[in-house]
């Protein structure tokens, strides 16, 4: 089983949906990540937790908002969605101090 | 800010050819560095990482090393094989001030037989 596991892996929806996306670890790390990545743009951070109380905002909040529930659950939503936040979503865990960032495999959101 | 930059792809490569990929950044104090590679359908895996000037990092045949001086980390390989295919991703972290990784935009590498 995967460490880090995201769900849905694809998923299509209408403009002005709320979706959620879902991540979970069993790696036992405290911090946990939201990426999107869009062709030409690499990865670019939405939204980061440090432990279950720490939210913080990353480069590309505005149009998402995400919920630590444990410290092993991390979701992203979008409020109402729309088209320009079709794009390949990471999650992602570290252990403080150790810099390196362990990834699930993706969700691929396409908003029509 | 913090940034990293590398160069653009594809890259395009006959195997057993050599490899480069370039990478700077621009960061305050002392980051550290990584390159993450992205296989089809997959999520990103560190590849390899250094945390302090003149560190070289190295992992399946793959090296970088850590330049203060030139702000580089350029990636490596002495022979590429076909299974080496994948985006890679050059990052860095800021990890006194934020532990956050900040990414490259991503270098799609195509190794042909």
């Known amino acids: 089983d995967a460490d880090v596991t995201q769900t849905p892996r694809n998923r299509i929806t209408k403009t002005g949906k709320r979706i959620m996306l879902e991540c979970s670890q069993t790696?036992?790390?405290?911090?946990m990540y939201w990426y999107r990545q869009d062709p030409g743009l690499g990865l670019r951070l939405i939204y980061y937790?440090?432990?279950?109380?720490?939210?913080n905002k990353g480069e590309i909040s505005d149009g998402y908002s995400v919920s630590r529930q444990a410290q092993a659950k991390f979701s992203l939503s979008l409020e109402s969605a729309i088209p320009n936040q079709t794009a390949l979503y990471f999650c992602?865990?570290?252990?403080?101090?150790?810099?390196?960032?362990?990834f699930g495999q993706g969700t691929r959101l396409t908003v029509v | 800010g913090n940034s990293v930059t590398q160069m653009e792809g594809p890259v395009t490569l006959s195997e057993e050819a050599f490899l480069t990929i370039n990478c700077t950044y621009t960061?305050?104090?002392?980051?550290?560095l990584f390159w993450y590679v992205q296989y089809p359908g997959e999520g990103l895996q560190l590849l390899l990482k250094a945390t302090k000037a003149d560190d070289k990092g190295s992992n399946k045949g793959f090296e970088a090393t850590y330049r203060k001086e030139t702000t580089s980390f350029h990636l490596e390989k002495g022979s590429v094989q076909v299974s080496d295919s994948a985006v890679y991703f050059c990052a860095l972290s800021e990890w006194r001030l934020t532990d956050k990784l900040i990414f490259g935009t991503g270098t799609r590498l195509q190794v042909f037989p």
């Open positions: 992602a865990t570290s252990e403080s101090g150790t810099h390196e960032a362990f």
């Open positions: 960061a305050t104090g002392y980051p550290s």
């Open positions: 790696k036992g790390h405290d911090r």
């Open positions: 937790s440090f432990d279950v109380k720490d939210i």
